[in-house]
Antibody, heavy 119, light 106 residues
Framework: QLQLQESGPGLVKPSETLSLTCTVS?????????WAWIRQPPGKGLEWIGR???????YYNPSLKSRVTISQDTSKSQFSLKLTSVTAPDTAVYYC????????????WGRGTLVIVSS | DIQMTQSPSSVSASVGDRVTITCRAS??????LDWYQQKPGKAPNLLIY???SLQGGVPSRFSGSGSGTDFTLTITSLQPEDFATYFC?????????FGGGTKVEI
């Protein structure tokens, strides 16, 4: 059964770069899906960060576009998120998710990882 | 960006009740609307896609309707495991955006 698992530091200092990896287990990074990052500040709603396709095409939320990079390593069945110049409002639970290409629904999610931005 | 507005923000209900949650888009999105359920400390779980299609494995007491700008999620005969927060999301335009959530409480 396909599973997604986020990994990376749980604490990042202000102005530094947040780096997270999502590992796809029980399967591979397939061309039938997009692979996305979504975040949720504590007690708040969900914010779409961006996605990458199997071919490597990326789309980012314009509100974060200048600071975000999503990349993938299909040989390792992984995709990654980098968010530069973080500040306290970037504190959130970060989820990786699989996005179905026809309806664009997020049909499989990782468990999420809390990243706190603090000195 | 398309703004998604959910109402109510919270609702108190009892087991067996019928609950209806609404989601309004700031512009027409066709039927490009999904509904998710999120329990505390867990990732969201897809319930409904394309406004009215039930995701596999989701109980039939969940249903979705609407098109254009106005959508509803209905839970008939609320079960104990349904107490959670529900989010709508539009997939018509980038950036993809979510509603603020509706918490269904006992």
């Amino acid at each position: 059964q396909l599973q997604l698992q986020e990994s990376g530091p749980g604490l990042v200092k202000p102005s530094e770069t947040l780096s997270l990896t999502c590992t796809v287990s029980g399967g591979s990074v397939s061309s039938s899906y997009y692979w996305a990052w979504i975040r949720q500040p504590p007690g708040k709603g969900l914010e779409w960060i961006g996605r990458i396709s199997f071919s490597g095409t990326t789309y980012y939320n314009p509100s974060l576009k200048s600071r975000v990079t999503i990349s993938q390593d299909t040989s390792k069945s992984q995709f990654s998120l980098k968010l530069t110049s973080v500040t306290a409002p970037d504190t959130a639970v970060y989820y990786c998710a699989r996005q179905e290409v026809s309806y664009l629904s997020f049909d499989l999610w990782g468990r999420g990882t809390l990243v706190i931005v603090s000195s | 960006d398309i703004q998604m507005t959910q109402s109510p923000s919270s609702v108190s209900a009892s087991v067996g009740d019928r609950v209806t949650i609404t989601c309004r888009a700031s512009q027409g999105i066709g039927n490009w609307l999904d509904w998710y359920q999120q329990k505390p400390g867990k990732a969201p779980n897809l319930l409904i896609y394309a406004a009215s299609s039930l995701q596999g494995g989701v109980p039939s007491r969940f249903s979705g309707s609407g098109s254009g700008t106005d959508f509803t999620l209905t839970i008939t005969s609320l079960q104990p495991e349904d107490f959670a927060t529900y989010f709508c999301q539009q997939t018509n335009n980038f950036p993809l955006t979510f509603g603020g959530g509706t918490k269904v409480e006992i």
